[in-house]
T-cell receptor, first 116, second 114 residues
Framework: DTGVSQNPRHKITKRGQNVTFRCDPI?????LYWYRQTLGQGPEFLTY????????KSRLLSDRFSAERPKGSFSTLEIQRTEQGDSAMYLC??????????????FGQGTRLTVV | AQTVTQSQPEMSVQEAETVTLSCTYD???????LFWYKQPPSRQMILVIR??????QNATENRFSVNFQKAAKSFSLKISDSQLGDTAMYFC???????????FGTGTRLKVLA
């Protein structure tokens, strides 16, 4: 297991199209996070899961955004009817091996979305 | 709601010198963690150092150390003997143990000059 993996690394889409990103966390981690980062800004929290349960969703996330983590393993983030304002880097992170309180979050390399 | 503020958008330091990055945060909670993460250009974010709020002793990791002032809600990062590989964005982050949600500051871009 080499870390958190995100696919695709880059995505260019036309406004109005739907896109889906995938995140594969470190296998023993039970928490999985999605963040959005725009140029020159810090990561903004979108949502997070503990195992398969989605525990919190940011108010920044409109109804066009949905995330899933079936079976508590990989996660997908879908954006419907994309808008130019959705252009950003989408980061996934995982943490906390089950049974420990390790608080370090491990990040993937991100998916850069460009909406044209 | 918790907030994290980094007031230095950019900093530079000569190689081998020492630099301090500032971070302040706001919370009414007592059980939390603070972190400094490093994001090199076009690479993923990695943990630099972590501090548990209930520990009074400042955390250190080799050339990296923090000055944690709980009453002042201040958490600065000192990098000693700066190296070219330290060039990166540095993010201060807060984690409340009740929600396990990380809150990040806006970052400080550090450039180490040869």
């Amino acid at each position: 297991d080499t870390g958190v993996s995100q696919n695709p690394r880059h995505k260019i889409t036309k406004r109005g199209q739907n896109v889906t990103f995938r995140c594969d966390p470190i296998s023993e981690h039970n928490r999985l996070y999605w963040y959005r980062q725009t140029l020159g800004q810090g990561p903004e929290f979108l949502t997070y899961f503990q195992n398969e349960a989605q525990l919190e969703k940011s108010r920044l996330l409109s109804d066009r955004f949905s995330a899933e983590r079936p079976k508590g393993s990989f996660s997908t983030l879908e954006i419907q009817r994309t808008e130019q304002g959705d252009s950003a880097m989408y980061l996934c992170a995982s943490s906390s091996p089950a049974g420990t309180e390790n608080t370090e979050a491990f990040f993937g390399q991100g998916t850069r979305l460009t909406v044209v | 709601a918790q907030t994290v503020t980094q007031s230095q958008p950019e900093m530079s330091v000569q190689e081998a010198e020492t630099v301090t990055l500032s971070c302040t945060y706001d919370t009414s909670e007592n059980n939390y963690y603070l972190f400094w993460y490093k994001q090199p250009p076009s690479r993923q974010m990695i943990l630099v150092i972590r501090q548990e709020a209930y520990k009074q002793q400042n955390a250190t990791e080799n050339r990296f150390s923090v000055n944690f002032q709980k009453a002042a809600k201040s958490f600065s990062l000192k990098i000693s003997d700066s190296q070219l590989g330290d060039t990166a964005m540095y993010f201060c982050a807060f984690l409340f143990k009740g929600t396990y949600k990380y809150i990040f500051g806006t970052g400080t871009r550090l450039k180490v000059l040869a």
